[in-house]
């Protein structure tokens, strides 16, 4: 029988119920050939329906839309149709808004564990595994105390996914893994064998560990791939899949399904690190209250450090780094697996030009959860008396946490970076800030976003005192520290009015330092801040 077959037969091969472990990472790596023949398929004859959805960070456009479900075209968006998925196993839908409007009004049952939970449950699948023991995910919304990862009425329904297991006096969380007998792929080549190889790919994501747990459950694996290449052409090193772990394998008919990322129309070698291209990675940014926030963040570098940066407003403080000139010294790794290079943005994202070496996305979180990381600068949308952070849920939007748990919870030193208030059209309360050039001036100003209490916890303040870590919050005109009794203020912005624009825009009073400090002048400033030499005297610590 050969493995390369049609996209209509490789499809025919997939029962109802049954379970399906999906590749890709968010705009990378999405077999969306294979998405579009699973959704077609159940266009015509009504199958295979009530499957189950298992993946990490589900690839889609980011496209979002006045009308829900209109406008989702990429990904795993394609999987729509109600009826075709009857539960969802994933770390994040930020990507995929589609799906998340379904998990919204409940057509989905939805579990969302932290996404490097995800990774490893694939591995323990494949290695025929119950599950993983792990900390992480404590006192968030995974511990079962709390949500136990279910994000809809549905799911809390249909039973637990995680437990609450104490070990040598020690809490721990025991996650299931999730059964598994197909999965998709994408690969850049295949063989005339069946190999397959991820040369041409921005990352190295859960194939192979999804395409054991397949083989290994009696499944199928089913790889989409850019072309074929004659027998023995591959160099071992680039196979990514032996033959005998693939089933069946479909050649893309759209070179635009094949392309490295949503942002990208050709192959670009320096996001798959086969080759590395001089200049134009990393463009400076332009004088806004994200770069203020991100030149605060970026005075926090060390020498001889490794940091992650999230997506969103940390992702600027790769740029202020290299435009001041401390880059070198420091390593950024990507939960996608690059580490070192310069971290993409948007539909690029988690692409990195010109990393220094790619690890698979799940050693990468192994490596995390031993506390490879000196430092990470993360998003913080909603932040509460305790000092909590909600990235995951809001006012009834299903979104998930990716990565975000496993980063933050292992990590030394964590920063939290975000606009001190929330835009809100709807109330009139939009913010109007303008950067004099030495602080700010608040013309008018946003929604509250420091509240009294979080809709649900993805960062969890009394983890991070119960383990040390060292917490700071970052904003365009306040930051703050994490202490015991909650958010201490220690810096103000140049020009604004401590009573008017920081504690009268938060539903409590945080502790004001007795040693409050106004923040630097040079971070409202047009001209390179010089930080360069400051940060190189501290050195690691």
């Not at 052409?233 to 394998?249: A, E, F, G, P, Q």
């Not at 000196?374 to 008396?385: S, T, Y």
């Not at 971070?523 to 190189?536: K, P």
Request: glycine share 12%; proline share 4%.
């Amino acid at each position: 029988m050969s493995k390369f077959v049609s996209l209509e037969e490789a499809m025919s091969h997939i029962g109802d119920g049954a379970c399906v472990v999906s590749g890709g990472f968010g705009s990378l790596g999405s077999p969306e050939e294979l998405y579009s023949g699973l959704a077609e398929r159940y266009e015509r004859e009504g199958h295979p329906k009530n499957i189950t959805f298992v993946c990490g960070i589900v690839p889609g456009d980011k496209t979002d839309s006045l009308e829900p479900y209109k406008g989702f075209n990429l990904g795993a968006n394609k999987l729509r149709a109600e009826g075709l998925i009857g539960r969802l196993w994933v770390g994040n839908l930020t990507d995929a808004h589609a799906l998340a409007y379904m998990v919204d009004e409940d057509k989905i049952p939805c579990y969302m564990p932290p996404m490097g939970v995800m990774c490893n449950l694939i591995r323990c699948a494949a290695a025929r595994r119950p599950g993983l023991l792990t900390k992480v995910g404590l006192h968030t919304f995974a511990d079962p105390r709390n949500e136990g990862c279910a994000f809809n009425p549905s799911a809390r329904k249909m039973g637990k996914v995680v437990e609450l297991i104490n070990v040598d006096g020690e809490e721990y969380l025991l996650y299931k893994a999730p059964p598994s007998n197909v999965c998709f792929i994408r690969a850049t080549f295949a063989d005339e064998d069946g190999n397959l190889s991820m040369s041409h790919e921005g990352y190295i994501g859960t194939e192979l560990e999804a395409a054991v747990a397949a083989h290994n459950g009696g499944g199928i694996v089913i790889a989409q791939v850019e072309s074929v290449v004659p027998r023995n052409s591959l160099r071992t090193r680039d196979i990514r899949i032996h033959n005998k772990l693939v089933d069946y394998i479909v050649v893309a008919k759209d070179p635009m399904n094949s392309r490295q990322c949503y942002a990208t129309t050709k192959y670009r070698p320096e996001l798959s690190g086969e080759q590395k291209l001089a200049g134009g990675a990393t463009k400076v940014l332009p004088m806004s209250i994200r770069k203020v926030i991100a030149r605060r963040a970026a005075m926090e570098l060390r020498p001889g450090i490794i940091i992650n940066l999230g997506s969103g407003m940390p992702s600027g403080i790769g740029s202020v780094a290299v435009e001041e000139g401390v880059s070198d010294g420091v390593t950024c790794s990507v939960e996608s697996g690059p580490m070192g290079g310069q971290v993409q943005e948007g539909l690029s994202f988690p692409g990195v030009a010109n990393a220094e070496c790619m690890f698979s996305q799940t050693d990468t979180i192994d490596m995390y959860d031993g506390g490879m990381l000196d430092m990470c600068f993360l998003g913080g949308a909603e932040i509460d008396e305790s000092g909590n952070v909600n990235v995951s849920y809001f006012g009834g939007r299903c979104i998930g946490a990716g990565g975000y748990i496993d980063i933050s919870q292992n990590t030394k030193k964590v920063y939290l970076m975000g606009s001190f208030t929330v835009n809100n059209k709807e109330k009139g309360l939009v913010a109007d800030i303008e950067i004099t050039g030495s602080g700010l001036n608040i013309k008018s100003d946003g929604d509250v976003k420091f509240v009294k209490k979080v809709q649900q916890v993805t960062f969890s303040a009394d983890y991070a005192r119960e383990i040390g870590q060292e917490v700071m919050y970052i904003t365009e005109r306040a930051v703050f520290r994490l202490v015991k009794g909650g958010l201490e203020l220690v810096e103000i912005a140049p020009g604004v009015d401590l009573e008017k624009d920081v504690l009268g825009k938060m539903d409590f009073r945080p502790i004001v330092s007795p040693d409050l400090k106004l923040m630097d002048a040079r971070l409202f400033n047009e001209a390179v801040m010089g930080i360069r030499d400051e940060i190189l005297q501290r050195g690691a610590d």
